[in-house]
């Protein structure tokens, strides 16, 4: 071993002091996944995780049969330390596959929380690790004799032990609240969203601020004055002999009312249509059928916007693919400029939006996308990102959506989404006060991410100094490792010198 040990250690090999019995396969087509007279629970490696699968198999004299209080080590998985590769697992009884072998060795000689801590602290993953056969790392009995250990006095091991078994619950026990924090967050997120697009969030600066013109007013503004333009736009065009433009959609937005659902008196209900840019293509989707495929796509040019650049609130600029700028001229109709809102139409994000950045100055709709171009009279893009995330608009979606062998939500029905639309001064302070709020979150989370790293670090070092022999104190009057050995080699060979004898149980 590369550290210095500390007087009275030593360094041995895994077959010095422990062995390992194989697992036993019954076949698939005994398994049985509810108790039953009979069987027996066959322990996989999936048991001592997350996600246990309850298997039980019949009782048969070629199990290999274990108790909850023996040791069994993972015998395949990932390098990763979060990985099973390496694990203990235990407090199961029953039979163990061929996935886990069981650790063999002298409880009075080296304690089952001894061993346990030892291998918590990697040596033997860091090890194992090098020696990868394959995608799935494993290890056989000739690579155990690669592995070493330090082995400190036995009444050192045992004052390891009750110092370890003393820290580390702790560290667990704040790693798992830790871990609740995320979703803390996320709830957070959500209910300031939730007060935003319901007009708690602004009900103090409403009562400061009563002069404000409704939402109802401003659309009945925005309505002359859009039907004012056409009039103009049909006039010059009849000069010309043009052709007459296209007329804006209409504006229909929906009064409150006294069954209001608690929004404010001064807000209304409103559509993309409604609040939608008089643009051409202010509402548009991606291209339709074989008009832009993988065929089109290279390394540089316009960048095509698909589904995975559309996270819930937020925009993904990593693995854009491109087409060449004659395409993009092609496509035409499907063009997104920064600031329009782009909504995932087809497959597994469907309904989550964001808002294209500065950073792209334009890009192209892959087909799984639609895009609106709002009207800044009216709204505000992140006012309407806003109302997109919340449970009563993303519950709209989910209603709209077309469940065939993919979701697809149409430009149509998204068109005809209903969401509370408040006054555009009051926009304004919905959105001061949810950037001012998330940024809060933001800081938190870098919190989390940094805590996270530093507790998932602490227990290794604890450990780390354990086996340097820095956590305890060491007592000259110990009897010291080597001698320690030589009782474990001793008893070792005699055992080999009889019958096969019956292992003792950790």
């Known amino acids: 071993m590369s550290v210095t040990l500390p007087k009275g250690w030593l360094p041995v ?80 009884e029953g039979a163990y596959n061929v996935a886990l072998v069981m650790l063999l060795f002298t409880p009075d000689f080296t304690p089952p929380g001894f061993i ?46 009750t110092k370890l078994d003393k820290i580390i ?69 009849k000069q010309k002999g043009d052709r007459k433009p296209k007329k804006p959609e209409n504006l229909c937005p929906t009064p409150i009312g006294d069954d209001n659902n608690g929004n404010p008196l001064s807000w209304v209900y409103a559509t993309f249509r409604d609040i939608s840019s008089t643009e051409h293509y202010a509402m548009t989707s991606g291209p339709f059928g074989s008009a832009l495929g993988t065929k089109d796509y290279q390394v540089t040019g316009t960048p095509v916007i698909r589904g995975q650049n559309i996270q819930p609130g937020r925009f993904n600029d990593s693995g854009f693919v491109y087409i060449s700028e004659a395409k ?71 209603e709209s959506t077309t469940d065939t062998a993919r979701q697809f939500l149409s430009l149509t029905n998204l068109k005809g989404m209903v969401f509370p639309l408040p006054p555009l001064e009051e926009q304004q302070e919905i959105v001061r006060q949810v950037d001012k709020l998330f940024a809060l979150a933001d800081k938190l989370e870098a919190h989390y991410q940094k805590a996270k790293t530093h507790i998932g670090k602490l227990s290794q070092s604890v450990l780390a100094k354990a086996f340097r022999g820095e956590l305890v104190p060491q007592d000259p009057s110990d009897e010291p490792a080597d001698k320690l050995l030589a009782r474990i080699m001793e008893e070792k060979n005699e055992k080999s010198k009889g019958p096969a004898a019956k292992r003792t149980a950790p």
């Not at 990868?132 to 082995?151: A, I, M, W």
């Not at 995320?182 to 400061?208: D, H, Y």
């Not at 600031?339 to 989550?352: H, K, L, R």
């Open 116 to 161: 346990k801590h030892l291998f918590g602290a990697h040596f033997f993953l860091e090890v194992i690790s090098k020696n990868s056969r394959s995608c799935q790392t494993g290890f056989n009995k000739d690579d155990l004799e690669e592995v070493s250990f330090p082995l400190p006095p036995l009444n050192e091991q045992k004052r390891i032990v």
């Open 328 to 398: 993009s001229k092609e496509l035409n109709r499907s063009k997104a400029q920064p600031g329009d809102i782009v909504i995932v139409a087809v497959g597994a994000g469907v309904g989550n939006s964001a808002i294209l950045p500065e950073t792209i100055k334009s890009a192209i709709l892959s087909q799984n996308c639609n895009k609106f171009t709002v009207d800044c009279q009216v709204v505000l893009n992140s006012y309407i990102l806003s109302a997109l995330q919340i449970s009563v608009v993303r519950t709209q979606m989910d």
């Open 169 to 237: 619950p702790r560290i667990d026990s704040v790693q798992a609240r830790l871990e609740k924090v995320p979703t803390i967050i996320k709830r957070f997120r959500q209910s300031v969203l939730t007060a935003a697009v319901t007009g708690k969030l602004t009900e103090k600066w409403r009562e400061e601020h009563p002069e404000v013109e409704s939402a109802e007013v401003l659309l009945e503004r925005i309505r002359q004055d859009r039907e004012y333009r056409y009039k103009k736009q049909c006039e010059v065009a």
């Open 13 to 92: 090999k895994f077959t010095d002091i422990l062995g390992i019995r194989g697992g036993s396969q019954p076949p698939k087509k005994d398994f049985i996944y509810e108790p039953r007279e009979g069987y027996v629970r066959l322990l996989q490696i999936r048991d001592f995780g997350d996600k246990p699968f309850p298997t039980y198999v019949p009782v048969s004299s070629k199990l290999r049969i274990v108790g909850k209080d023996d040791l069994l080590l993972a015998r395949y998985g990932g390098t990763s330390k979060d990985d099973s590769l390496g694990r203990i697992c235990t407090g199961m």
